[in-house]
């Protein structure tokens, strides 16, 4: 089930918070609730769905919401990666951290982490794309049209650069009638 009540308290105070520029970082304080569970621990599953709503908050934080409902534009999601270090476990506090790990021409490359008392539990790369009713949608324009003009992406780290590498393999390897399809 998707967590809608968790999706209207964060559209009340991802609007009261302050505003933050592209290449900030968006935190989100959460608690591990009974619906995130099997038994004790949280659902693998629930971590991509709970990714959504960090990436939703750093959106809407960047000033992206108007622009994008007013043209039409909306994100996809062509890949991820999520990797597991430690459970999190019924009622644990946890923040998740989301970043703009980086952009090309009209890929976006984000980072997530599930942070419980400074060390990474869990942590995601992704990469996507912001599609609109005439297809995929420049970063620049992207940035434009909320006000961050001249944004140069980071240096994506040794990590991301290898996972995108094994992802264009496996891009390759499915052959060129695959479709992104809509994740989240």
């Known amino acids: 089930m998707y967590p809608y ?3 209207g308290a964060l559209a009340a105070r991802s609007f009261a918070s302050a ?3 592209p290449l900030e970082e968006g935190r989100l304080r959460l608690r591990v609730l009974p619906g995130d569970v099997e038994l004790t621990r949280m659902n693998n599953g629930r971590y991509a769905t709970l990714m959504d709503l960090g990436r939703l908050d750093l959106t809407f934080r960047c000033g992206l919401l108007v622009p994008l409902v007013k043209r039409r534009w909306f994100p ?3 890949a991820m990666t999520l990797r597991f270090r430690r459970s999190l476990e019924l009622g644990q506090r946890y923040e998740l951290v989301t970043r703009l790990a980086g952009f090309e021409e009209q890929s976006w490359y984000i980072e997530q982490r599930f942070v419980v008392r400074g060390e990474t539990a869990a942590y995601a790369y992704l990469r996507g794309v912001f599609r609109g009713p005439s297809g995929n949608v420049p970063i620049a324009d992207l940035l434009a049209v909320a006000g961050h003009f001249d ?3 980071p240096t ?3 990590g991301f650069r290898a996972w995108l590498g094994s992802d264009e393999v496996m891009r390759r390897e499915q052959g060129p009638n695959v479709r992104i399809a809509a994740v989240g």
């Open 19 to 21: 505003r933050l520029g």
């Open 5 to 7: 009540l968790r999706l």
């Open 156 to 158: 994506l780290t040794e």
């Open 151 to 153: 944004v140069t992406s």
């Open 76 to 78: 996809l999601v062509a």
